[in-house]
Nanobody, 124 residues
Framework: QVQLVESGGGLVQAGGSLRLSCAASGRTFSGYTMGWFRQGPEKERKFVAAIRWSGGRTYYADSVKGRFTISRDNAKNTVYLQMNSLQPEDTAVYYC?????????????????WGQGTQVTVSS
């Protein structure tokens, strides 16, 4: 059974940084695509970033490009989201997601597995 467990959220001042982690278990994730989404006050879950487990190619939403970095550690079966220059509009619950296959989708309906989410709050 696939499990995704996020950690690393918290409260940070504008301009600060946080690193989110997503510990993945339950299968081999080669051939999978891992994504980060966030859900803010608008309640729509929006794409943030994705990485192909094999090869490591990355994709970003325009709103975070240049500030956030997604990466993975094969040995630890963990995906990370390094978030720099955080702004109040980045405040949201951040979710880790996984989908079988190497196609990258920005729609949350394309992902098969989800973590429970971790809250990120950026104060001004």
């Amino acid at each position: 059974q696939v499990q995704l467990v996020e950690s690393g959220g918290g409260l940070v001042q504008a301009g600060g940084s946080l690193r989110l982690s997503c510990a993945a278990s339950g299968r081999t994730f080669s051939g999978y695509t891992m994504g980060w989404f966030r859900q803010g006050p608008e309640k729509e879950r929006k794409f943030v970033a994705a990485i192909r487990w094999s090869g490591g190619r990355t994709y970003y939403a325009d709103s975070v490009k240049g500030r956030f970095t997604i990466s993975r550690d094969n040995a630890k079966n963990t995906v990370y989201l390094q978030m720099n220059s955080l702004q109040p509009e980045d405040t949201a619950v951040y979710y880790c997601a996984a989908r079988g296959g190497t196609a990258v989708y920005t729609g949350d309906d394309k992902y098969d597995y989800w973590g429970q989410g971790t809250q990120v709050t950026v104060s001004s």
